[in-house]
């Protein structure tokens, strides 16, 4: 059972009548103070599962976290949800520091962010040990991986400073193989192995799509296009294509800006900023548009060109729907991003062993971008788990037409080896097709027995082949031959005869449909929808923060559906916590209803959607109907609104407790019959 002071928090801080699925035995861990590691899908929860521990522990609860945007974020969130939270970054203002160093000193502060970069100074450490830390949270634990896609050199100071503190630490990330599991264990708990929690990678809200790359411009912004007015990001690969396509997307209509790590840290953060605070926005970027997005709203993630690795294509496709709602992704690829991406690990510095890691990690996402079934059910499989098809990626909509490809690809493995393994996939389809190139009859290709026998495809249809077996892994590109193409272990029972192979002729045929647009809400609830993003939106920009730190487009969802008429039915609302009900739930309830609330005494209030807030109603009909005693000519009698609160949450169960609350008149008057109340609410 989880832990009663942490439901309640959970409910009056964060606002959720129940935890997401395992985050409950994380908090209870965590808050207990053992070592843990945490491996949560994306949009999973995992900052409740620190953020709630830290209020119910001792002391500061020291956060490291990658980004200064992403500590920004949540510390503007907590604050929202009325915790005491501050960041040190080098993005502060003199008034920010000041603050966090006075909330330190008071003892009010709970959470504690802090950049890994941080931990170099020498006087990092003193300062955190006398700030009284009880407890080490980190965020993205997965750069520690020395070898990984976000290594950041400094988060291997962590583990100095969990022995230097000795107090528990708490690791958390999305994306980690077996290999950077081990790593993390090694670096940040000296390989002791902590509680460890693998809470599933699936993120069933989004849709997943590839599509082969024909015209990627017009494919992005078709894509863009059926999903106007959303906030979207897409990936490319250079930082050039970021600004060429941003100027495509802004003349075809929509609100787009470019961001890549070229580019001044102002515009940078002038991005950054947008992105927070504006609906509708889409930022053009490479990875360095990354782990700093904590947008909880985003509605697509599109990619123009094909990601690095299984784990960066499901990091950044992670940052779409992490409210839960559902969200579209994309990606683009072809047979030069393949190429450009197995030449980017073979020209690397890492060593052989490592090269043949990363090949492998290629390997999986081309096999996902290539699959014969459900995308999800490939991509769960990379990380060990097994699901059933899920019916939201576009070959569980439209299943791929697959065919026995085992004579095209046997006759493709055989040109290969009659020209040496000295070309790329271009001259071997010549080749193939018999082609009369000044290429083909210098080297005598013309005369090969695989000259001219390649007719059931064209160029396209055979590119298509090549890319397949690139896809399962049977060819690679050799980087001491300029590219060329050379056979894998795996494909040598093909072009023996001993194994067969199947392929997708849907690939080869024509280009895959996207995956049909789904409507967050219904038409009818879809008006009601857009004016409380209206007043949403008001709110944030007299506050001056980002609209999703009012309510997230899930909570807006959820109101719009369920059209609460009172502040109790308001607060059972996911994602409207004590704090914020206080602050904002008349202005919505005022949209909802046409009309201006109630007006609650602050005692009530704080017990709306509670059992306790029925409660109080109730004894207060009662103490209306007794004010002037039972014949109604006594003098006039009443409790105060704090002690009847104070009744409907204690619940005494006899006079004398009764009269401990109230004092003897109100008791003597009241009693009897408030005890008859509360004896039917037990």
């Known amino acids: ?91 502060n203002t003199p008034e920010e520091t000041d603050a966090v160093w006075a909330a330190l000193e008071d003892g009010s502060l709970k959470l504690l962010y802090i950049a890994p970069e941080r931990l170099a100074s020498s006087g990092a450490e003193r300062m955190l040990r006398r700030a009284g830390v009880s407890l080490i949270a980190v965020d993205e634990a997965h750069c520690v991986s020395q070898w990984g896609h976000d290594f950041r050199p400094d988060y291997l100071r962590i583990g100095e400073l969990r022995r230097s503190l000795n107090v528990p630490l708490a ?130 993630v599109a990619h123009a060109d094909l990601p690095k690795s299984i784990e960066g294509y499901y990091q950044e496709i992670g940052r779409a729907g992490r409210d839960g709602a559902p969200a579209d992704t994309i990606t683009l690829y072809g047979p030069d991003d393949i190429r450009f991406r197995r030449s980017q690990i073979d020209e690397g510095l890492a060593p052989p062993e490592r090269k043949e890691a990363d090949h492998a990690r290629l390997n999986a996402l081309l096999g996902l971008a290539e699959a014969l079934g459900c995308r ?100 690679r590109p050799d980087p001491a031959r300029h590219g060329a193409l050379r056979m894998t272990e795996a494909a040598r029972p093909i072009l023996r005869g001993e194994a067969g192979i199947t392929l997708r002729r849907d690939t080869i045929a024509k280009a895959p449909r996207s995956p049909q647009v789904k409507m967050l809400v219904s038409e009818e609830d879809a008006p009601l929808r857009s004016a409380l993003k209206a007043k949403r939106r008001a709110l944030a920009e007299g506050a001056r923060v980002p609209a999703y730190v009012i309510f997230t487009d899930k909570t807006l969802i959820e109101m719009a559906e369920t059209r609460p008429v009172t502040l109790d039915a308001m607060a059972r609302i996911g994602g409207v916590g004590a704090t914020k009900l206080e602050k904002y739930g008349a202005a919505f309830l005022s949209v909802i209803t046409g009309e201006t609330p109630e007006d609650l005494h602050p005692a009530r209030r704080k017990l709306a959607g509670r059992d306790a807030g029925t409660l109080y109603d109730r004894l207060l009909a009662v103490q209306a109907d007794l004010a002037r005693g039972a014949d109604g000519t006594d003098k006039p009698m009443t409790c105060s609104s704090s002690q009847l609160a104070k009744l409907a949450e204690v619940k005494p169960s006899d006079l004398s407790g009764l009269a401990r609350l109230l004092g003897e008149r109100h008791a003597e008057r009241f009693g009897d019959a408030f005890l008859e109340v509360l004896r039917e609410a037990s």
């Not at 080896?417 to 010549?430: K, S």
């Open 1 to 91: 059972m989880p832990d009663q002071d942490a439901i309640a928090l959970l409910s009056t801080v964060f606002g959720f009548s129940e935890f997401r699925p395992g985050q409950a035995e994380i908090v209870d861990a965590v808050a207990a103070g053992r070592n843990v590691l945490a491996i949560m899908p994306t949009g999973g929860g995992k900052s409740l599962c620190f953020q709630l521990p830290a209020l119910m522990r001792p002391g500061v609860t020291v956060v490291i976290s990658p980004l200064i945007a992403l500590m920004r974020d949540q510390v503007r969130g907590l604050r929202e949800a009325g915790v005491v939270a501050g960041a040190l970054t080098s993005g």
């Open 171 to 300: 690791a958390f990330t999305a994306t980690a193989d077996a290999e950077t599991q081990t790593e993390i264990v090694a670096r940040l708990f000296d390989g002791v192995p902590p509680e460890s929690f693998l809470r599933g990678f699936d993120r069933p809200n989004l849709a997943l799509a590839f599509e082969v790359k024909q015209n990627p411009r017009a494919q992005i912004l078709g894509f863009a296009s059926a999903r106007k007015g959303q906030s979207g990001i897409v990936y490319c690969g250079t930082r050039a294509k970021t600004e060429v396509l941003a100027q495509a997307l802004r003349e075809a209509g929509h609100s787009a800006c470019h961001y890549h790590g070229g580019m001044e840290a102002e515009d940078r953060r002038i991005v950054e900023g947008r992105f927070a605070t504006e609906d509708g926005l889409i930022v053009v970027a490479t990875i360095a548009f990354g782990m700093g997005v904590d947008k909880p709203d985003i509605r697509w």
């Open 376 to 475: 999800r059910q490939v991509l769960l499989g990379y990380f060990g788990e097994t699901a059933a098809p899920c019916g939201n990626c576009d070959l569980c909509a439209t299943p791929p037409d697959v065919f026995d490809a085992t004579t095209p690809v046997r006759k493709a493995l055989s040109a290969m080896l009659r020209t040496g393994e000295w070309f790329g996939a271009g001259h071997l389809i010549d080749v193939l097709m018999g082609a009369q190139t000044d290429k083909i009859r210098e080297r005598g290709h013309d005369q090969l027995p695989t000259y001219g026998i390649g007719t059931e495809f064209d160029k396209r249809g055979w590119q298509a082949v090549f890319r397949q077996m690139a896809a399962h892994d049977l060819v």
